[in-house]
């Protein structure tokens, strides 16, 4: 499996397709707030893994009552349920899909072809069950299910092997030592513009504003995206950093996230002045 799934992150040869799909998902989704509603920037956590609990849930539950007597009422309502709900999930994982690197988008291309044929399988096996051929319903719905479990399969490769969609910048933190480490002196730092310091051998940016400092972890928790060389802007009242690689935005106070594709937040650490200088630790 390991050798297959190389060969999947190296297939070149999806790159066509797959950069037309890329177009066309981001010619389609144009609005921000649409975008941000799909990633999860509202949740904090990535909407599409929480959206495929409905249809994996119910696909599995059928599959277990199509092995029990007097349960095919309960197997086609859960086998339509499933059917209905992986089209919104559907949508939320091509938005995460259009914002990830080629060797992800790849392995994404596979897995949204599983899992549509997965959905085919399912539109098959609930039509079968509705004209009353249940057996037939039954053995699409095993089959669906295959299917989607090497989806899974491979949706779980893009998150836990890939780091699709996880926040890759939070590791850095195991990299700093306990304490307060001295990060620079408050006098040479400009009000209102990104400086970039390391914390051990962290990099961090550093924004003043009036007497107060955020240090915040400089690698973008989407995909690593080097924040100190991004813009500052504000928006509602708010000084946020844009990541130069994909927008991603985040509040410079206390690091919530703005703007998607990143649904996490970026860490900042706590800070304190002593005699002229900041200081941050660990949070
Ligand atoms: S690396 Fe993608 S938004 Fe920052």
Redesign the pocket.
């Known amino acids: 499996m390991r050798a297959l799934l190389t060969k999947i992150e190296q297939a070149s040869g999806l790159d066509r397709f797959g950069d037309r799909l890329q177009r066309a998902v981001q010619g389609t989704l144009r609005g921000q707030r649409i975008r941000d509603l799909l990633h999860g920037v509202w949740l904090g956590h990535p909407l599409h893994p929480a959206m495929v609990q409905v249809p994996v849930g119910s696909w599995m539950s059928a599959a277990v009552l199509d092995l029990m007597p007097g349960q095919r009422r309960a197997a086609t309502t859960l086998t339509a349920i499933g059917t209905v709900s992986v089209l919104p999930a559907a949508v939320a994982g091509l938005n995460d899909w259009a914002?990830l690197s080629r060797d992800q988008r790849r392995v994404g291309l596979v897995h949204a072809v599983s899992n549509s044929v997965a959905l085919v399988l399912y539109t098959g096996s609930v039509a079968a069950r509705l004209s009353g051929r249940h057996q037939l319903g039954r053995t699409l719905g095993w089959l669906g299910l295959g299917a989607a479990g090497a989806g899974a399969y491979l949706g779980g490769h893009l998150a836990y092997k890939q780091g699709a969609q996880v926040n890759v910048s939070v590791s850095d933190l195991h990299l700093i030592s306990d304490g307060w480490h001295s990060v620079a002196e408050m006098a040479t730092l400009p009000q209102r513009q990104l400086v970039t310091r390391k914390v051990d051998d962290v990099s961090v940016i550093l924004y003043r504003h009036g007497d107060d400092v955020t240090v915040m972890l400089e690698r973008?928790p989407?995909?690593?995206?080097p924040l100190g060389e991004g813009e500052v802007t504000e928006i509602d009242g708010h000084a946020c950093v844009v990541?130069p690689?994909?927008?991603?935005t985040f509040r410079l106070n206390g690091g919530e996230v703005v703007h998607g594709?990143?649904s996490n937040d970026q860490q900042t650490l706590p800070t304190r002045l002593v005699e002229g200088r900041v200081e941050a630790r660990l949070p």
């Open positions: 914002a973008c989407h995909q690593s995206g990541c690689w994909h927008g991603s594709p990143s």
